[in-house]
Nanobody, 125 residues
Framework: QVQLVESGGGLVQAGGSLRLSCAAS????????MGWFRQAPGTEREFVAA????????YYADSVKDRFTTSRDNAKLTVVLQMNSLKPEDTAVYYC??????????????????WGQGTQVTVSS
């Protein structure tokens, strides 16, 4: 099992940047694919980004490609989502999640086993 805690959310103006962190507990962190998802009020949780166990493979939603970057430090048990050129439509609660496999289902929330509590990101216009 792994416990996840997100931090780094806040209020930022459009065009600005935020850096989200997800701290994990448990020795098995390096065995998990990590995903980032977001959920705005009244919408379904949607995929943002994923990174494989080693950090060598990454995958992004089209809506954030070229603006967001994810990375991980297995020694520090952390995964980061760097968000640049933020837009009002990026406003949502952001979650990190963990699963045991890479694979094409990495974009589905139901494919993840462990979740953090979420952190609010608000982008003003």
């Amino acid at each position: 099992q792994v416990q996840l805690v997100e931090s780094g959310g806040g209020l930022v103006q459009a065009g600005g940047s935020l850096r989200l962190s997800c701290a994990a507990s448990g020795r098995t962190f390096s065995s998990y694919t990590m995903g980032w998802f977001r959920q705005a009020p009244g919408t379904e949780r949607e995929f943002v980004a994923a990174i494989d166990r080693s950090g060598g493979s990454k995958y992004y939603a089209d809506s954030v490609k070229d603006r967001f970057t994810t990375s991980r430090d297995n020694a520090k048990l952390t995964v980061v989502l760097q968000m640049n050129s933020l837009k009002p439509e990026d406003t949502a609660v952001y979650y990190c999640a963990a699963r045991s496999f890479w694979g094409p289902s990495r974009v589905r929330p139901s494919a993840y086993d462990f979740w953090g509590q979420g952190t609010q990101v608000t982008v003003s216009s």
